[in-house]
């Protein structure tokens, strides 16, 4: 019924499992797409350059930021990540629904700039599966670990300006609570206004 | 997650198809249940009492009225309809999802009297659509059927002051729909207030 395809912020704290849950909701979902993110940070092992990130240097990042290329950016652990603006709206033109999956600081702007999107955050089932997680990354320093938890305990404290909070206990369902709440707000009235005029008339 | 079930109004206009979809619904999500409105208007073929409604005559309907038991009431075309205010907290206090299946004027009153309700408007597929469902209920002269259909052309006006639109064309999908929606509303950050103050602190 809708005219433009939904922009959705999947966030959370550091080590929630945001990845997994956008690479599920995306392969299962032909509608639904996921922007590749920017980044300055290193690649991990098996991370590749076009499909997990656009891994830049800091020169282009700050090159493209200063031009407004960014419809959010982030500073997280001494690295940089962005969204570009122009690749979302063009999927959304195209009618595909866009999932960000994005830290706090990104979805913040998002939230203040555009009133359309939704906002989900993804939340551990409790604080000690979320230190494993974080632990068993396997790729920082023991410092860089305490210091990614602490984050993440402050990064909770979000959740209470967002629509929706979801549970990443078992994927399978998190990823259905998330595809329930994408066809949800197409149902939206004033997300249908055009296609209700055409047939009831205007208000 | 919730410590409440959730109180659902399906509006729209008369012969839209509220009645089927509510009843699929229920049979179909055991933590569904509707709530049996009270009405003045006689039994129609097949209706059975303490069923599809609680038929009283009109001493009882004011004798109720006055002492404020409804949760809403309406008049619609000479007969009086109303739902127990009693019957949907009891339900709701056990965890059941209420889903309340009312006419335009009786949505409006739950809408401006409790904030925590979700609207869903039924919509017809077309106007022919609805003309033929109105004609074809069998039940009516030929100047009752003008006259329900003159009100629901009024009544698809109130689409505007809902939360949700569904269009009935294929029930199954509709009610796949309104699922989505119940689900999605589970998930609401405020709806989960208690539970994430268990979690991770208060605000």
Redesign the interface.
């Given at each position: 019924?809708m005219s433009k395809g939904l922009l959705i912020v999947l966030s959370g704290p550091s080590g929630v499992g945001k990845g997994t849950i956008c690479r599920v909701l995306c392969r299962e979902n032909r509608h639904l797409v996921r922007t590749t993110s920017l980044t300055t940070r290193p690649p991990r092992k098996g991370e590749e350059d076009g499909v997990d990130y656009h891994f830049v240097s800091e020169k282009k990042f700050y090159e493209l930021k200063n031009q407004g290329a960014f419809l959010e950016w982030a500073k997280v652990h001494g690295n940089f990540y962005a969204t570009l603006a122009g690749e979302v709206e063009e999927l959304r033109q195209k009618d595909y629904d866009v999932i960000m999956e994005i830290d706090v600081q990104g979805a913040a702007q998002i939230r203040s700039s555009s009133a359309e999107g939704i906002s989900?955050?993804l939340?551990p089932p409790?604080?000690e599966e979320l230190w494993q997680r974080i632990n068993g990354r396997g790729s920082d320093t023991p410092d860089a670990i305490k210091d990614r938890f602490k984050t993440a305990r402050h990064e909770?404290?979000e959740?209470?300006k967002?629509?929706?909070?979801?549970?990443n206990d078992i994927v399978s369902r998190a990823v259905k609570?998330i595809?329930?709440?994408i066809?949800?707000?197409k149902?939206?009235?004033e997300r249908?206004k055009k296609f209700?005029e055409d047939?009831?008339?205007k208000?």
């Open positions: 019924m989900i955050f939340l409790s604080m909770l404290m959740v209470w967002y629509d929706y909070v979801i549970i609570d595809e329930g709440i066809a949800a707000e149902c939206r009235v249908n209700l047939i009831i008339g208000r």
